[in-house]
């Protein structure tokens, strides 16, 4: 056993090592708040970091108030502050972080910075200053203090795993019957009992500062003088050592000690350990008892009941298998103990354990929550087993009568059941909290029932919303629930020809109409993006040959999902349906976002190449935010290119964006790339669209998109 608990202290550093090689490795997701005059900057920023590689989720303040309410509703990692705001100071940036109660990273952005800019900022606060318009400098700064966080945070964590290790560690030093003592430059600065009964010690006052050299007989002294030097340079052969050792009562005592580095409340020292013949096999079963048991009920106890939580959460999160808990407490509870008082309370509580483990599975972990609560953690496959486990529960709670000297009490108790999934929050303490929520609501409404807690808008992690919208998108295919929506793309240079934006539109179960800005996100996610897709290709082709037969000549433009850029059978798949339909694949245009294929350029580059030989037309979406846009083009060949919304932004009134579109749209007419700009919503921008040089426009002002290929391409 001591061995086990030298092993446990001294392979701390070994995990901080394997923790910060992990982290190293590891893609994390920045989460971002920027605060600024204007979200274009925002924009230009969060697609330059994603550009970069880095996996970002970006929020925007621009005033207090809104940062306010962004730090205490979202976890965030890092905050982009520009002190050019005339209205919000860093100090005052600083102060509403600290107010949040969270440990974030706080980056000053200026236009101009000097020296006395960067003392004043980070004098405020601020960890670094970074120049507006010096992207290349703020992503470096971004990735180096969101690394910063992350060591920060499991520092925090193993930290506290250690003191709690070595709590442990202590525990069952002292209950050992082993000898045990640490020293420090060969002076005792701890020993367990077995230690100072040893050597005839009545307390460890009389052995604090002795020297272990005093304790062995003169003719051995140089041996372990020696024998300490080699350990301390890690030489021995062996880290036994036979010696003659001293009893306070000048007696010698042969024995055996076994030396090991270690460390003793945060300081190196050298563990001795003196093995006793002793069995110690039933005190350690003892321990192990205790340590995770409840002693009234014999339930396990809360501490044990959250391990088994944990690995059940990753357990799920890995599809090996789902859990359900089972939250149990006692109606009314303070009544009861007013009535029967603690004693007559606990065996209550005693009896309801007894009815708990009679009904739950020999593999269920049944413990005692808190004071007046139970919990069941089970391994499911039919949900409805557990639910009807809880119903039985309050139901035999509610018909038993305990017997309490002469009194004999009724009691009733509420169950929630919560279920764990690949979706449900990796924290326990999240999971918990939804069981002791939805009990307090059943109890608040009179108790003795148990129900299901499903949770409702804003209660949900991302995860679920997530699995829900999975499987609306795979009821809406197999039930025909799906239809594609059309929306024209325009030439204003005199092109031919009609061209349309293909989308989709889903109808749920209870009617309700969704569209790409509800489940686009959530599907690519969860991987069913692709399956869309797939759906969208195969009706766009049908619509071409539809058309062909009344002489129309259609092309339709299909954004691809992330997943899609990936499928290395989407090309083929394509070949294939074309051949089969006999359509011209050149009235297909494949769209990819611009951002993943930055991020996914081999699969983009090899996906555009092989659609382009089943003459298939590519094209980039949201395309020009990137530092060098046109660079992305080197490498992967664009007949198209559809304009970053964010320039949209104000357009009629905003000159900086004028002058984006007009030069992205000259530097791309002279690579022979078409351009086209969405977001045409009034005759204003439209008419300034016209002096910019770019070859098509979309927009709601044009058209909002349409289940029926209708518009009047003659109109312009």
């Known amino acids: 056993m001591i061995r086990n608990i030298s092993s446990i202290i001294g392979t701390w550093k070994s995990i901080l090592l394997l923790a910060q090689e992990y982290m190293e490795t590891e893609e994390k997701l920045i989460r971002l708040l920027i605060v600024d005059e204007g979200v274009h900057k925002a924009e230009k920023i969060t697609s330059s970091l994603r550009a970069a590689g880095m996996h970002v989720r970006a929020e925007f303040a621009e005033d207090g108030e809104d940062m306010a309410q962004i730090l205490e509703n979202k976890t965030l990692d890092l905050v982009l502050f520009s002190v050019d705001l005339p209205e919000l100071s860093l ?7 600290s107010e949040c109660g969270r440990h974030v990273a706080l980056i000053a952005m200026a236009k101009k910075i000097d020296s006395e800019v960067i003392v004043a900022a980070i004098d405020k606060g601020a960890q670094d200053v970074v120049a507006s318009d010096n992207l290349e400098h703020l992503i470096q700064v971004i990735k180096r203090e969101s690394f910063n966080i992350n060591i920060w945070r499991r520092a925090m964590r193993l930290e506290l795993q250690f003191q709690e290790s070595e709590k442990r560690c202590q525990n069952l030093l002292s209950s050992s019957k082993d000898a045990v003592a640490y020293v420090h430059e060969g002076m005792h600065i701890y020993a367990n009992e077995a230690y100072m009964e040893l050597f005839g010690n009545a307390d460890f006052d009389e052995l604090e500062g002795t ?3 005093d304790m062995v007989d003169s003719s051995q002294q140089t041996e372990l003088k020696n024998f300490l030097r080699e350990l301390s340079k890690e030489e021995n052969d062996s880290n036994e050592l036979n010696l003659k050792l001293i009893h306070s009562s000048g007696e010698n005592i042969t024995a055996t000690l076994e030396f090991s580095r270690a460390s003793f409340e945060g300081e190196p020292c050298t563990q001795i350990l003196i093995r006793s013949g002793a069995d110690t096999s039933a005190l350690e079963e003892q321990i192990n008892y205790l340590h995770q048991h409840d002693l009234i009920t014999g339930l396990y106890n809360r501490q044990f009941f959250m391990d088994e939580l944990k690995t059940s959460i990753t357990q799920a999160i890995n599809a090996i298998h789902q859990s359900a808990i089972i939250y149990i407490a006692i109606d009314n509870f303070q009544s009861i103990r007013d009535l029967l008082g603690i004693s007559g309370c606990d065996t209550l509580i005693s009896d309801i354990a007894d009815i708990l483990i009679k009904n739950a599975e020999p593999e269920d972990i049944v413990a005692r929550f808190g004071a007046c609560s139970y919990t069941c953690l089970s391994k499911i496959k039919d949900r409805q087993q557990s639910e009807s486990l809880a119903a039985k529960i309050t139901e035999l709670v509610g018909e038993y009568v305990c017997e309490i000297g002469n009194k004999s009490i009724n009691a009733t108790c509420s169950a929630a059941i919560v279920f764990i999934d690949e979706n449900s929050p990796d924290n326990p303490n999240e999971i918990l909290s939804r069981a002791e929520k939805a009990c307090d609501e059943i109890q608040a409404e009179g108790g003795n029932q148990s129900r299901t807690y499903i949770p409702r808008a804003g209660e949900m992690t991302l995860e679920e919303e997530d699995g829900i919208t999975a499987d609306l998108i795979k009821n809406a295919l197999n039930q025909n629930r799906i239809r594609g929506m059309y929306q024209p793309i325009v030439g204003v240079k005199a092109q031919g020809g009609e061209r349309y934006l293909s989308s989709l539109e889903i109808t749920s179960e209870d009617g309700e109409t969704l569209y790409p800005r509800d489940y686009q996100a959530a599907a690519e996610r969860t991987g069913t993006a692709k399956m869309l897709d797939r759906w969208k ?8 040959s539809d058309s062909s037969k009344q002489g129309r000549a259609i092309e339709f433009f299909i954004p691809l999902s ?5 499928d290395p059978g989407l090309a083929v798949w394509v070949s294939e349906n074309l051949a089969k339909s006999g359509i011209n694949g050149a009235q297909l245009v494949f769209m990819i976002d611009e951002a993943y294929a930055v ?3 081999k699969a983009a ?19 020009g935010t990137g530092l060098n846009p046109f660079q992305l083009v080197k490498h992967v060949d664009a007949d198209y290119v559809r304009i970053n919304h964010v320039y949209m932004d104000g357009l009629a009134q905003n000159a900086e964006n004028q002058d984006s579109i007009r030069e992205l749209a000259y530097q791309a007419s002279d690579m022979d790339i078409n351009t086209i700009t969405p977001g045409v919503t009034d005759a204003a921008v439209l008419s300034v669209l016209w002096t910019l040089n770019v070859d098509f426009v979309q927009g709601e002002f044009l058209q909002a998109p349409q289940k029926e290929l209708n518009y009047d391409f003659s109109s312009m």
Do not use: M, P, Y
């Open 211 to 213: 020297s272990i050299i």
């Open 537 to 544: 290709i195969l009706h766009a082709i049908k619509k071409i």
């Open 605 to 623: 580059k090899t996906l555009a190449r092989a659609l382009q030989q089943v003459h298939c037309k590519f094209g980039i979406d949201e395309f």
């Open 599 to 601: 991020n996914q350029l």
């Open 91 to 97: 100090g005052q940036a600083k102060q509403l972080i």
């Open 562 to 566: 992330a997943d899609s850029i990936q």
